[in-house]
């Protein structure tokens, strides 16, 4: 069976960290391309993060310089690293993987969302 399975999230202090984890199972996921996502209640999905096969990353401008984005293949699992956090980042994140030949980030992030597969979501809350 294929599956994303996020974990990591929580309750954090404004400027505290979290990890978040995505974890594969049933398939490879060195081969796919992973973007992290998050839906704030009320709000769109947005996009935060992506890592590439190669490991080329892209990070939503909200997010540049406090989070990181990681792979370790021999886990099968994606790491995004999330300092500074900031209140507006209470969300759900979710994170979705695709095998993709396509090298723009910004056009893998669009095939992800059509045809990726995804996680069931990790709740963060950034709250005093």
């Known amino acids: 069976q294929v599956r994303l399975v996020e974990s990591g999230g929580g309750l954090v202090q404004p400027g505290g960290s979290l990890r978040l984890s995505c974890a594969a199972s049933g398939f490879t996921l060195a081969k796919d391309a992973v973007g992290w996502f998050r839906q704030a209640p009320g709000k769109e999905r947005e996009r935060v993060s992506c890592?590439?096969?190669?490991?080329?990353?892209y990070y939503a401008d909200s997010v540049k310089g406090r989070f990181t984005v990681s792979r370790d293949n021999a886990k099968n699992t994606v790491y995004l690293q999330m300092n500074s956090l900031k209140p507006e980042g209470t969300a759900i994140y979710s994170c979705a993987s695709v095998d993709t030949d396509v090298q723009a980030i910004s056009r893998i992030l669009k095939v992800m969302e059509d045809f990726g597969s995804w996680g069931q979501g990790t709740q963060v809350t950034v709250s005093s």
């Open positions: 890592i590439t096969r190669d490991a080329a990353t």
